[in-house]
């Protein structure tokens, strides 16, 4: 062998002994990341760690909807109240084609801004940047965008960098999604966090397996599946409601309370989303979900502290006490034309199929065994094309039981979510002046009055802030996941095996008249305004 050949052989060695060692170091700062990782810090303390890294926001399925109209100005939202880090950046992620400035345009479109904050705008859209790829599963356009965010302002950033990766993309998509990510979406100088939109599966099976396999992919301290509910405002406020305030506890028991009604309701149809919702319908797209969560922060023990971990123990212990759901607990229904003809039914659409048993409209009655609810029905409804848009709850108490006033009527606690802000107690007063009449007063905080000048951040916009602080407060835990389907899946199951017919209702009504039976049966009572009663 001459010398030549014996140096080529020597490089050759040392560069695979290089590239053997880049390996190694590679690996080594993975491990050190999943390690700093899984090391419990409070918000505060992730807070103040994050403070001066770069934060690049990955928004996969950039192009759609939910991202135009929720995701894009909720980001904006915090980067106009400074709660970004400074060196933070945002990537649509998309199968759409466009340039940066077509997609800057596209992300400012459902933004709304005051007076004077034209500049914040301009400074948001420079922060804007656009990656198209062929497929979720592909990792040729991921790994490129993942090298540019590293040669940008990771790369000046001196304390490493973070990545949040926002999932806007059907279920269906999650897991190639994720494959990808895992393979070369990560940052090894900081944390990787996912959020992960609903539907989570399709009933307890699916949700399992897909549980699992986004198991296999990141740990459940990385996973942030959105349910949108736990950012309202007045949801945040159910915990205060019922653990700072000494005068409901005493009361907060079957002795006391006779029902619960959880009401979520749209004066509008499935128009522009027909095809999507009429795969899931309303148990799954609303009752499973959003009216369990209201649920559970009502029904639920004083948790041992307000951890995340704490909280969503304590949900999911009043969850386990829930039986499965049985069909005789159960009216479903669906929408058809208004009796003026000026709405169509839900089978007139065209993305509907004409023999559709999906339902737009679910009451459920729920009974949690246990010795503070036991024999008190907690009634979910939830309704599209009804006959107004809210979304509340109504704790109503018992009938009092003097003699003194036999037609005053119950008292009700009632918490309003949407649209307007609100909690007001229903009780009795004599009517002013020479009436001995009793009428039914509201001792009220409506929020828009009372706060007027506070400002109210969009429930995405809390939930995105949380996940970047790493706190899962507001966010579902897959046994908590599980135990919410546990109950629903049988019912769902046999209204699909028996194809069980929903009933009629007109567009715009209140729904099927078997519904307000069946919670009338219950003990149910609409109240009254005025109770003709001589004091």
Same mark, same amino acid.
């Given at each position: 062998?001459?010398?030549?050949?014996?140096?080529?052989?020597?490089?050759?060695?040392?560069?695979?002994?290089?590239?053997?060692?880049?390996?190694?170091?590679?690996?080594?700062?993975?491990?050190?990341? &999943?390690?700093?990782?899984?090391?419990? !810090?409070?918000?505060?303390? %992730?807070?103040?760690?994050?403070?001066? *890294?770069?934060?690049?926001?990955?928004?996969?399925? =950039?192009?759609?909807?939910?991202?135009?109209?929720?995701?894009? +100005?909720?980001?904006?939202?915090?980067?106009?109240?400074?709660?970004?880090?400074? %060196?933070?950046?945002?990537?649509?992620?998309?199968?759409?084609?466009?340039? /940066?400035?077509?997609?800057?345009?596209?992300?400012?479109?459902?933004?709304?801004?005051?007076?004077?904050?034209?500049?914040?705008? *301009?400074?948001?859209?420079?922060?804007?940047?656009?990656?198209?790829?062929?497929?979720?599963?592909?990792?040729?356009?991921?790994?490129?965008?993942?090298?540019?965010?590293? &040669?940008?302002?990771?790369?000046?950033?001196?304390?490493?960098?973070?990545?949040?990766?926002?999932?806007?993309?059907?279920?269906?998509?999650?897991?190639? $999604?994720?494959?990808?990510?895992?393979?070369?979406?990560?940052?090894?100088?900081?944390?990787?966090?996912?959020?992960?939109?609903?539907?989570?599966?399709?009933?307890?099976?699916?949700?399992?397996?897909? &549980?699992?396999?986004?198991?296999?992919?990141?740990?459940?301290?990385?996973?942030?599946?959105?349910?949108?509910?736990?950012?309202?405002?007045?949801?945040?406020?159910?915990?205060?409601?019922?653990?700072?305030?000494?005068?409901?506890?005493?009361?907060?028991?079957?002795?006391?309370?006779?029902?619960?009604?959880?009401?979520?309701?749209?004066?509008?149809?499935?128009?522009?989303?027909?095809?999507?919702?009429? %795969?899931?319908?309303?148990?799954?797209?609303?009752?499973?979900?959003?009216?369990?969560?209201?649920?559970?922060?009502?029904?639920?023990?004083?948790?041992?502290?307000?951890? =995340?971990?704490?909280?969503?123990?304590?949900?999911?212990?009043?969850?386990?006490?829930?039986?499965?759901?049985?069909?005789?607990?159960?009216?479903?229904? %669906?929408?058809?034309?208004?009796?003026?003809?000026?709405?169509?039914?839900?089978?007139?659409?065209?993305?509907?199929?004409?023999?559709?048993?999906?339902?737009?409209?679910?009451?459920?009655?729920? @009974?949690?065994? /246990?010795?503070? @609810?036991?024999?008190?029905?907690?009634?979910?409804?939830?309704?599209? $094309?009804?006959?107004?848009?809210?979304?509340?709850?109504?704790?109503?108490?018992?009938?009092?039981?003097?003699?003194?006033?036999?037609? =005053?009527?119950?008292?009700?606690?009632?918490?309003?979510?949407?649209?307007?802000?609100?909690?007001? !107690?229903?009780?009795?007063?004599?009517? +002013?002046?020479?009436? #001995?009449?009793?009428?039914?007063?509201?001792?009220?905080?409506?929020? /828009?009055?009372?706060?007027?000048?506070?400002?109210?951040?969009?429930?995405?916009?809390?939930?995105?802030?949380?996940?970047?602080?790493?706190?899962?407060?507001?966010? !579902?835990?897959?046994?908590?996941? &599980?135990?919410?389907?546990?109950?629903?899946?049988? =019912?769902?199951?046999?209204?699909?095996?028996?194809?069980?017919?929903?009933?009629?209702?007109?567009?715009? #009504?209140?729904? +099927?008249?078997?519904?307000?039976?069946?919670?009338?049966?219950?003990? @149910?009572?609409?109240? $009254?305004?005025?109770?003709?009663?001589?004091?």
């Amino acid at each position: 062998m001459d010398r030549s050949e014996s140096l080529h052989l020597e490089n050759e060695t040392l560069r695979h002994k290089l590239s053997l060692a880049e390996q190694q170091v590679a690996c080594l700062e993975s491990s050190l990341a &999943s390690i700093r990782d899984v090391v419990p !810090v409070s918000p505060e303390q %992730q807070a103040e760690e994050d403070k001066d *890294k770069a934060l690049s926001i990955i928004v996969l399925g =950039a192009s759609g909807d939910l991202a135009k109209k929720k995701t894009f +100005p909720s980001i904006f939202g915090l980067f106009r109240e400074k709660l970004l880090p400074q %060196q933070a950046r945002v990537y649509g992620y998309a199968r759409r084609n466009m340039s /940066n400035e077509e997609f800057r345009e596209q992300v400012t479109e459902y933004i709304k801004i005051k007076p004077g904050e034209e500049e914040t705008l *301009k400074a948001f859209k420079d922060i804007c940047f656009y990656f198209a790829t062929e497929s979720y599963s592909s990792t040729k356009e991921l790994s490129a965008l993942s090298e540019q965010m590293k &040669s940008g302002t990771e790369k000046e950033a001196s304390n490493g960098a973070n990545r949040l990766f926002y999932l806007a993309l059907p279920p269906v998509a999650f897991v190639d $999604a994720c494959s990808a990510i895992r393979k070369v979406g990560c940052t090894t100088t900081g944390w990787n966090r996912i959020i992960v939109e609903k539907p989570f599966g399709h009933d307890e099976a699916s949700s399992e397996k897909l &549980s699992k396999e986004l198991g296999v992919l990141f740990r459940e301290d990385q996973l942030f599946r959105i349910d949108h509910y736990l950012g309202k405002e007045m949801v945040q406020n159910l915990m205060v409601l019922r653990f700072a305030n000494s005068i409901w506890e005493p009361m907060w028991n079957r002795q006391y309370i006779k029902n619960v009604k959880i009401t979520f309701k749209e004066d509008f149809g499935v128009s522009g989303r027909a095809g999507y919702f009429d %795969q899931y319908g309303i148990i799954r797209d609303v009752m499973q979900n959003h009216l369990m969560q209201l649920l559970t922060l009502i029904g639920m023990e004083q948790p041992l502290s307000l951890a =995340a971990e704490d909280v969503r123990d304590a949900k999911v212990r009043v969850l386990r006490s829930i039986p499965p759901l049985m069909l005789n607990d159960l009216v479903v229904g %669906q929408y058809g034309p208004s009796p003026d003809g000026k709405h169509r039914g839900y089978h007139d659409d065209p993305e509907v199929p004409k023999d559709s048993i999906t339902p737009t409209f679910a009451q459920a009655i729920l @009974w949690i065994n /246990n010795p503070r @609810w036991h024999g008190v029905p907690f009634i979910l409804k939830c309704a599209k $094309a009804v006959d107004e848009r809210k979304a509340e709850i109504r704790i109503q108490f018992r009938d009092n039981p003097g003699h003194l006033f036999p037609n =005053a009527q119950r008292n009700e606690l009632v918490i309003k979510v949407q649209p307007a802000e609100a909690v007001y !107690v229903k009780v009795m007063n004599k009517t +002013p002046g020479l009436s #001995s009449n009793l009428v039914i007063s509201d001792l009220d905080l409506t929020y /828009n009055e009372k706060f007027a000048d506070r400002y109210t951040p969009d429930a995405y916009e809390r939930l995105i802030l949380e996940a970047i602080r790493g706190d899962h407060n507001l966010f !579902v835990r897959s046994d908590e996941l &599980s135990a919410a389907w546990r109950i629903f899946t049988p =019912a769902l199951h046999k209204l699909e095996e028996e194809k069980i017919m929903p009933l009629k209702y007109p567009f715009g #009504s209140y729904g +099927p008249v078997e519904a307000v039976e069946q919670i009338e049966a219950l003990g @149910w009572k609409r109240l $009254a305004v005025e109770a003709q009663s001589k004091v």
